[in-house]
């Protein structure tokens, strides 16, 4: 089973850059397909961005794709989520989520599908 560890979240004012990590231990991180969900205030949780368990398969959901990207280093078993010129909507807790798969380039687009979640990171954007 395998246990995931948000970072890199904080302040930062409209316009601002962040990149969040995700350290995962417990399994083998590459056979995860992994991916970021956010939940802002009083909102239901948005899927973000999904990386296939190789890393040659992503994507951003529309709101965010010319902003945001994902990527990961299986060596390093940890998935990042980099955010440039980020916005107020952009204010929400990050989640990094797991999913086990055997296939190469398959990653969730359905948050319920993935297994494993982890406990979150704030970013809140002043504007």
């Known amino acids: 089973q395998v246990q995931l560890v948000e970072s890199g979240g904080g302040l930062v004012q409209a316009g601002g850059s962040l990149r969040l990590s995700c350290a995962a231990s417990?399994?083998?991180?590459?056979?995860?397909?992994m991916g970021w969900v956010r939940q802002a205030p009083g909102k239901e949780r948005e899927f973000v961005s999904a990386?296939?368990?190789?890393?040659?398969?992503?994507v951003c959901a529309d709101s965010v794709k010319d902003r945001f990207s994902i990527s990961r280093d299986n060596d390093q078993h940890t998935v990042y989520l980099q955010m440039n010129n980020l916005e107020p909507e952009d204010t929400a807790v990050y989640y990094c989520?797991?999913?086990?798969?055997?296939?190469?380039?398959?990653?969730?687009?359905?948050?319920?599908?993935?297994?494993?979640w982890g406990q979150g990171t704030q970013v809140p954007v002043s504007s």
């Open positions: 990386n296939s368990k190789i890393g040659g398969n992503k």
């Open positions: 989520q797991a999913r086990q798969t055997n296939l190469r380039f398959y990653f969730p687009r359905t948050i319920s599908d993935y297994n494993y």
């Open positions: 417990g399994g083998t991180f590459s056979r995860y397909a």
